[in-house]
Structures are given as C-alpha cells and as structure tokens.
C-alpha cells in the first residue's frame, strides 16, 4: 500500500515545480533603474516614519513627565 503512495508523492511533487517554474515564466521584474527608484522610495518612508514616530514618542514622554510633576 505504501508504494502506490510513492509514486503519486512525486507526481505531485514535480507537478508543483512545473507549476512553479510556469509562473516565474509570467513574472515582469523591474528593471535596475526601477528598482532603485523604489528602494529609494521605501528608505524615504521608512526614515520619515522613523522620526514621526521619534517625536511622537518625545512628545508624549514630555507629556507624562509633566502630568506626574503636576500630580506627584
């Protein structure tokens, strides 16, 4: 019973990389020139979320210590 299982494991198995390798075939990759373009874009964001949230943080740390002065 076990090895009618086995050949059937590697249909499948062979099937799916021939699918895989289907796909890939249909994937559009940017080009270099895009692809800086993009991870420029990405650090940008990432920088300025970095010091939104930076000054979010300093911002509500003032606030707490101010409201512990203010009741302690």
Known sequence: MAKTKEP???NAV????????SEMSKVVWPSREQANNLTL?????MVAMGL????????FGEMIQLLLT???
Do not use: W
Request: hydrophobic share 55%; no cysteine; net charge positive.
């Open 8 to 10: 059937q494991q590697q």
């Open 14 to 21: 062979t099937r799916y990389f021939k699918e895989v390798r």
């Open 52 to 59: 939104f949230l930076g000054l979010l943080d300093l911002l």
């Open 70 to 72: 203010a009741v302690g």
């Open 41 to 45: 874009i990405v650090l940008a964001v």
